[in-house]
T-cell receptor, first 114, second 114 residues
């Protein structure tokens, strides 16, 4: 069965600095999708970024980028120029190519200090 | 912009009462998911539908939970009778089907069963 591991329960970063959140996963599939979702205090789950496993190029969305290492089964999220509004829980999620089910990690709470 | 809506946003009820949660998926999305988030279990998939047909409800306690899609614009999750252990945040998400399409989450219903 697929699993997703986020080994950092909490992280903190100074405003305007860069922070990297870690995620590893376990799967025997060769094709799949990976996601990062943000959950602010409002509890709304917001998609941050997605990556298709067949694409070698790392996904980027403005200040958010990923470091996708398929062989290592690693999918880290880098937040550049951190802002106070980035403070939230961040969840890494896996979805198999032929499945609909999202498998979530346990989340990393990110604090941003002025 | 298009969003998944959920009602009610908050619900406090007493053990043994019936609880009904509603979800309006994004117009045009044919797949609807129900997730539950608790501190202990994290985010877990309860059930999901495609084109209004249930595809998987293996994550749902069958004896007290039921999920339906009366029409393409409404999904319901019902708990009868409710128990304190059902206290959680229940999320609805919708998407455009399989193939790794992104799931878009609603704001959630925070349920407290006393």
């Amino acid at each position: 069965a697929q699993t997703v591991t986020q080994s950092q329960p909490e992280m903190s970063v100074q405003e305007a600095e860069t922070v990297t959140l870690s995620c590893t996963y376990d799967t025997s599939e060769s094709d799949y999708y990976l996601f990062w979702y943000k959950q602010p205090p409002s509890r709304q789950m917001i998609l941050v970024i997605r990556q298709e496993a067949y694409k070698q190029q790392n996904a980027t969305e403005n200040r958010f980028s990923v470091n996708f290492q398929k062989a290592a089964k690693s999918f880290s999220l880098k937040i550049s120029d951190s802002q106070l509004g980035d403070a939230a829980m961040y969840f890494c999620a896996y979805r198999g190519y032929n499945t609909d089910k999202l498998i979530f990690g346990t989340g990393t709470r990110l604090q941003v200090f002025p | 912009d298009a969003r998944v809506t959920q009602t009610p946003r908050h619900k406090v009820t007493e053990m043994g009462q019936e609880v009904t949660m509603r979800c309006q998926p994004i117009l045009g999305h044919n797949t609807v998911f129900w997730y539950r988030q608790t501190m202990m279990q994290g985010l877990e998939l309860l059930a999901y539908f495609r084109n209004r047909a249930p595809l998987d409800d293996s994550g749902m306690p069958k004896d007290r939970f039921s999920a339906e899609m009366p029409d393409a614009t409404l999904a319901t999750l019902k708990i009868q009778p409710s128990e304190p252990r059902d206290s959680a945040v229940y999320f609805c998400a919708s998407g455009l089907g399989s193939g790794g399409e992104t799931q878009y989450f609603g704001p959630g219903t925070r349920l407290l069963v006393l």
